[in-house]
């Protein structure tokens, strides 16, 4: 897969093959639209190009909303589409003034003159252009204008995606990882970079790695403990223009994922906390990609450290039962 983070980087290719849209999980819904992209393409021997945003049109639209939680950062999404294979990436940096263009110039400026599309396919709920006028409508009404074709991805599939988002969420919200991890269609991760602690879990002979979580909007997992393989790079591989591989990591351990406010040592700030099953290696600052696999328990309180020590160890035992 190339990847290209402006469309000033992309040249158009013959029979273009394009789909639209933010992606967020890359789920089995959208996976089934990226499948269609493909069969499309693989007809009119095309290639494909999915363009997408970073930041998040939300985030630039209505900056004074907090509430977007994704359900995947940037690299994560990179990863997960380069898993689909797909030709060609496209990461818009999203403005308002990309979003203020006419659907007309959209279509002649973005999808025509700079993608060179033979064939769009989009839902038919899509909208796009200046406060989102345009729409399947527009796309059909200018295709025999500039020479492309559209497919309707039909409305249940679309509905497959709505419902595939909305239970991926609500899962996650509810610490319910099997659900999530069913409608994603792998594990549910968070990416982050190991900060120093305050040495707590070390003192109880249970050290754990701090995790900073990289992306702000990242949707967090409800609180409790959880089942988990950690992926520990030394750090992600920026994305840049070119042609992307995913970077291997350079250890690979499993172990117990704690996300809570650590209320038996009066914590007041969430903290997202992972013990390595049989691993004694220095990672500070190295970032780990933690995929959740099982939920285990909620968060809940002690009366003593010792208290909490002896549940951890039950936890362990469950967990290493669960993945060995």
């Known amino acids: ?73 940037i690299e994560e999404k990179v990863s997960q589409l380069s898993k689909v294979g797909i030709d060609h990436l496209i990461i818009i940096p999203f403005s308002r003034d990309f979003s203020n263009q006419s659907p007309e110039e959209y279509i002649s400026n973005v999808l025509v003159g700079k993608l060179g599309t033979k064939k769009i396919v989009i839902g038919y709920d899509h909208h796009f252009g200046k406060d989102r006028k345009g729409s399947l409508q527009d796309l059909e009404q200018f295709a025999s204008i500039f020479d492309y074709s559209v497919d309707e991805i039909p409305e249940q599939d679309i509905n497959d995606i709505a419902v595939s988002s909305t239970r991926v969420r609500e899962a996650l919200i509810k610490g319910d990882i099997k659900t999530a991890n069913l409608y994603l269609g792998y594990p549910f991760e968070l990416t982050g970079t190991v900060i ?70 009066d914590g007041m700030n969430r903290a997202i906390e992972i013990s390595l099953f049989d691993f004694n290696e220095d990672i500070y600052g190295k970032t780990l990609r933690v995929k959740f696999l099982h939920f285990i328990r909620h968060d809940e309180r002690f009366n003593s450290l010792e208290e909490m020590k002896a549940q951890i160890k039950e936890d362990e035992v469950k967990i290493r039962a669960l993945i060995g």
């Open 1 to 73: 897969m190339k990847i290209y983070r402006s469309l000033e980087d992309f040249s158009p290719v013959e029979n273009a093959v394009v789909t639209i849209g933010t992606f967020d999980g890359v789920h089995i819904g959208h996976q089934k639209i990226l499948a269609h992209l493909k069969e499309a393409a693989q007809k009119i021997n095309g290639e494909t190009i999915l363009l997408t945003f970073f930041p998040h049109p939300r985030l630039i639209i209505n900056p004074d909303d907090d509430s977007l939680r994704l359900i995947n950062d």
């Open 196 to 265: 120093r602690g305050d040495q707590i879990g070390r003192t109880i002979g249970f050290p754990t790695a701090n995790l900073q979580v990289h992306e702000p909007h990242k949707l967090i997992p409800a609180y409790g403990i959880y089942a988990v393989e950690v992926h520990i790079y030394n750090h992600i591989q920026n994305i840049t223009t070119g042609e992307y591989h995913e970077e291997s990591p350079v250890s690979v351990a499993k172990g117990m994922g704690y996300i809570g406010t650590r209320p038996t040592v």
